[in-house]
Nanobody, 117 residues
Framework: QVQLVESGGGLVQPGGSLGLSCATS????????MGWYRQAPGKERELVAV???????NYADSVKGRFTISRDNAKNTVYLQMNSLKPEDTAVYYC???????????WGQGTRVTVSS
């Protein structure tokens, strides 16, 4: 059973910063693309950022320049640093591990981020 263990999240004021982390097992971390998705109330889950095993990153237009995804291969952990947060960033954030050859996906349990004054 593959587990993605998320941490971080919480309540932050507009303009503030927050960091998320997602730890997983070494066996999948080396070969999987890692990403963060989010789902706001009443909306579909959407991609926030992804980092492939080679280190290339891709971001949703709505978070470019504000969010940074990174991975620490030694710790089998992927991070999402979120700066200049806006109320519209409020959502449950999910960590994702994707194995491209078989289109296999694993998901974390989700962590809530609330941006409000």
């Amino acid at each position: 059973q593959v587990q993605l263990v998320e941490s971080g999240g919480g309540l932050v004021q507009p303009g503030g910063s927050l960091g998320l982390s997602c730890a997983t097992s070494r066996n999948i971390f080396r070969f999987y693309d890692m990403g963060w998705y989010r789902q706001a109330p009443g909306k579909e889950r959407e991609l926030v950022a992804v980092i492939i095993s080679g280190g290339t990153t891709n971001y949703a237009d709505s978070v470019k320049g504000r969010f940074t995804i990174s991975r620490d291969n030694a710790k089998n952990t992927v991070y999402l640093q979120m700066n200049s947060l806006k109320p519209e960033d409020t959502a449950v954030y999910y960590c994702n591990a994707h194995y491209v050859p078989t289109d296999t996906n694993y998901w974390g349990q989700g962590t809530r981020v609330t941006v409000s004054s």
